[in-house]
């Protein structure tokens, strides 16, 4: 190839007055050995253009990517747990007549009943307990005033004691 | 349209968005990402594609958007730098290392241009594109396309002749 005509692509390709032809002439000239020395440095630069052209996208190209998918299916969890919560919350309300007696069996009646017996009775023990509690209370309130008397006595005791000194 | 169908006409250009993707963005991981979201772009809108009439320069405009959207954006700020692994199965090891060094450097230049001449240089020098279709996909007119892309040539030219001179005196 000329060295005249590759001096003048040059400064065409300088200009970017170069066709892709031209382009492609001026490559194949830098990436073949015979380059002039004064024209040297363009060596790299065409290099690297090649270099880089053959890098690829190497990933595989997923479409229904994944990603978007799960975080669907997420999103639609957390809607799901709110109208269980909100369920939760909202049903023991809705049947808000009270049970009555009548509601029950026979069977569960009759246990009631007799559960209602049996605290009625440890109740009327209970309350004669607290009969003989206030007995205690009563002999606790004497102690009391019975000590406060011997106060007296014992302050009574100092002064004697004083007089007895003098 | 199915998947293979639009695989069919992604195939073609999926490594010019990522290579320009990876021009814009630096690092390949997010270069990766930014090719996948662009794909999956261009899958949700697939009813559409036939009224684009050319799927090719509409990517590569979304591309750039994407990737300019994306260096502007937070996310982009704990970017990495990483640069490929250039293999090549030259003889010396010398020359390997020379050859290395020196398209570092290209690498180097070609990072320090503004955004705009980046995309130009790529997609002229790199992709070969047509000075018609990269005034499309950048949505300039011509002359403006070509002055850009005279003065990345020029700037990348004075460098390298600068730091491959200094390299020899």
């Known amino acids: 190839m000329v060295l005249n005509n590759i001096e003048e692509l040059i400064e065409k390709y300088n200009n970017a007055e170069t066709t892709l032809q031209e382009e492609a002439e001026l490559k194949a000239y830098f990436l073949s050995d015979a380059v002039a020395p004064h024209l040297e440095h363009y060596k790299p630069m065409f290099q690297y253009f090649s270099k ?3 890098e690829v996208y190497n990933k595989p190209i997923s479409l229904n990517s994944n990603n978007t998918r799960k975080t669907k299916i997420y999103q639609w969890f957390s809607v799901a747990a709110i109208v269980l919560l909100m369920l939760g919350i909202f049903i023991p309300n809705w049947n808000n007549h009270p049970k009555t ?21 440890i109740s009327k023990n209970l309350n004669t307990g607290l009969v003989g509690m206030n007995a205690l209370d009563m002999a606790g309130d004497n102690l009391n005033t019975g000590l406060e008397k011997a106060n007296y006595i ?12 003098n | 349209m199915n998947q293979s169908d639009f695989v069919t006409i992604v195939m073609p250009f999926k490594d010019k968005v990522f290579r320009l993707a990876k021009r814009l963005l630096v690092s390949k991981d997010e270069a990766e990402d930014a090719t996948q979201e662009i794909l999956m772009k261009l899958w949700h809108n697939k009813k559409k594609i036939g009224d684009y009439k050319n799927v090719e320069a509409f ?38 290392v020379e050859t290395k060094d020196s398209i570092d450097w290209v ?8 955004e705009q001449q980046k995309i130009i240089v790529q997609l002229r ?13 950048l949505d300039m007119n011509e002359t403006a396309v070509r002055v850009n892309l005279s003065r990345a040539r020029k700037t990348i030219r004075e460098k390298l002749t600068h730091t491959h001179q200094h390299g020899i005196k």
């Not at chain 1, 009548?102 to 009775?121: I, P, R, S, V």
């Not at chain 2, 958007?65 to 996310?75: A, I, P």
């Not at chain 2, 020098?125 to 000075?131: K, L, S």
């Open chain 1, 52 to 54: 880089s052209k053959k």
């Open chain 1, 101 to 121: 007696l009548a509601d029950y069996t026979a069977e569960e009646q009759e246990l009631y009943l007799e559960t209602k017996q049996a605290l009625k009775l």
């Open chain 1, 154 to 165: 014992s302050v009574f005791g100092t002064t004697t004691n004083k007089l007895l000194k």
């Open chain 2, 59 to 96: 990517s590569m405009t979304m591309t750039k958007n994407f990737c300019l959207d994306r260096l502007k954006s937070k996310q982009a700020q704990n970017l990495k730098i990483v640069h490929s692994n250039y293999t090549d199965n030259q003889a010396s090891l010398q020359s390997q």
């Open chain 2, 107 to 114: 690498t180097k230049i070609m990072e320090d241009l503004p």
């Open chain 2, 125 to 137: 020098d790199i992709e070969a594109y047509d000075f018609s279709e990269i005034a499309k996909i």
